[in-house]
């Protein structure tokens, strides 16, 4: 009785299959900076939480959530389109797909402008015009304002936090139709964290940011006193306006003690930065700021009135 042969498996090729679907998966995930997506997630989902009245519609917030996603991975693939150049510049950034040859920028730019449109649309359709509005202007002035203000101004900075700071109010949005106090006390407490975080990133990577021409507020900063000390600054504004959501009555007044002693650490890490002015208190308090941001989205949730 004869039986069947059995075709031989080639290993190799099929290993180098694999490991070519984990590259191309590892470049999109990069491309569309998955990290600050899943951080636009995270805010996006708060401020629809908070601005939630009665019980909490968890497919409208899904909808929220994944409309906001698409918009955010879109925004940041055309980002890295634009800054394609000056990114093959930088040692930090010059590994990213399209510098390094991965991708072609034809590609980049047409998924980054696909994921855009999807997300306004289906925040559109599936929430709300407003919320939509939203998701567009953070587009707009991510990609037409801040990306390139960065080599002509440092207030590129302040412009950069603006889209940074509206994915809650986008989440707000779709939960009410509207606009509350409330909704920009989120907005305030997004954008003002995001200062000390990027000028710790700045000054971490002067030199690279000098290398690509972008006009930093470390910029000629080699002790790094102007960015500790605008570091300080805002973290104190923090501390002021971290405390509104309480006095606004959207969570209880037990939030304020937990953003007393939140704040309170990060002003502590950000003045030792600014005593010290060494590398390695500049990336303690880039660590402090990651750790900030969702201790106190968690302590905004638990204690939603």
């Given at each position: 009785?004869?039986?069947?042969?059995?075709?031989?498996?080639?290993?190799?090729?099929?290993?180098?299959?694999?490991?070519?679907?984990?590259?191309?998966?590892?470049?999109?995930?990069?491309?569309?900076?998955a990290r600050l997506t899943l951080l636009v997630l995270l805010t996006t989902a708060?401020?629809?939480?908070?601005?939630?009245?009665?019980?909490?519609?968890?497919?409208?917030?899904?909808?929220?959530?994944?409309?906001?996603?698409?918009?955010?991975?879109?925004?940041?693939?055309?980002?890295?389109?634009?800054?394609?150049?000056?990114?093959?510049?930088?040692?930090?950034?010059?590994?990213?797909p399209i510098p390094a040859g991965r991708m072609l920028p034809r590609d980049a730019?047409?998924?980054?402008?696909?994921?855009?449109?999807?997300?306004?649309?289906?925040?559109?359709?599936?929430?709300?015009?407003?919320?939509?509005?939203?998701?567009?202007?953070?587009?707009?002035?991510?990609?037409?304002?801040?990306?390139?203000?960065?080599?002509?101004?440092?207030?590129?900075?302040?412009?950069?936090?603006?889209?940074?700071?509206?994915?809650?109010?986008?989440?707000?949005?779709?939960?009410?139709?509207?606009?509350?106090?409330?909704?920009?006390?989120?907005?305030?407490?997004?954008?003002?964290?995001?200062?000390?975080?990027?000028?710790?990133?700045?000054?971490?990577?002067?030199?690279?940011?000098?290398?690509?021409?972008?006009?930093?507020?470390?910029?000629?900063?080699?002790?790094?006193?102007?960015?500790?000390?605008?570091?300080?600054?805002?973290?104190?504004?923090?501390?002021?306006?971290?405390?509104?959501?309480?006095?606004?009555?959207?969570?209880?007044?037990?939030?304020?003690?937990?953003?007393?002693?939140?704040?309170?650490?990060?002003?502590?890490?950000?003045?030792?930065?600014?005593?010290?002015?060494?590398?390695?208190?500049?990336?303690?308090?880039?660590?402090?700021?990651?750790?900030?941001?969702?201790?106190?989205?968690?302590?905004?949730?638990?204690?939603?009135?």
């Open positions: 009785m004869k039986t069947a042969a059995i075709p031989p498996v080639n290993v190799e090729s099929t290993v180098i299959e694999s490991e070519t679907h984990r590259r191309v998966g590892s470049d999109f995930a990069e491309l569309v900076k708060v401020g629809f939480y908070l601005g939630a009245v009665g019980s909490i519609k968890y497919v409208a917030l899904f909808h929220a959530v994944c409309g906001t996603a698409l918009a955010a991975a879109g925004a940041a693939a055309l980002n890295q389109w634009w800054e394609r150049r000056l990114d093959a510049l930088m040692q930090r950034t010059r590994t990213r730019f047409i998924v980054g402008s696909l994921l855009a449109i999807a997300g306004v649309t289906y925040l559109t359709i599936a929430c709300n015009g407003l919320s939509a509005v939203l998701a567009a202007l953070t587009i707009a002035i991510y990609i037409f304002g801040y990306t390139p203000l960065k080599r002509i101004s440092t207030a590129n900075t302040l412009v950069g936090a603006i889209p940074g700071a509206l994915p809650p109010m986008i989440g707000w949005a779709a939960a009410r139709g509207r606009l509350d106090p409330g909704a920009w006390s989120l907005f305030a407490i997004l954008f003002f964290w995001q200062l000390p975080h990027f000028f710790a990133i700045a000054w971490m990577y002067r030199d690279d940011y000098a290398r690509a021409g972008f006009q930093m507020v470390s910029r000629g900063d080699e002790t790094g006193t102007r960015s500790a000390s605008q570091s300080v600054f805002f973290c104190i504004v923090l501390l002021l306006v971290g405390g509104i959501p309480a006095f606004l009555g959207v969570v209880s007044s037990i939030y304020l003690l937990v953003e007393l002693i939140l704040n309170g650490l990060f002003i502590f890490v950000a003045m030792r930065f600014l005593r010290t002015q060494v590398a390695a208190d500049a990336r303690k308090l880039f660590l402090a700021s990651i750790v900030y941001l969702p201790l106190l989205l968690i302590a905004l949730v638990l204690t939603k009135s």
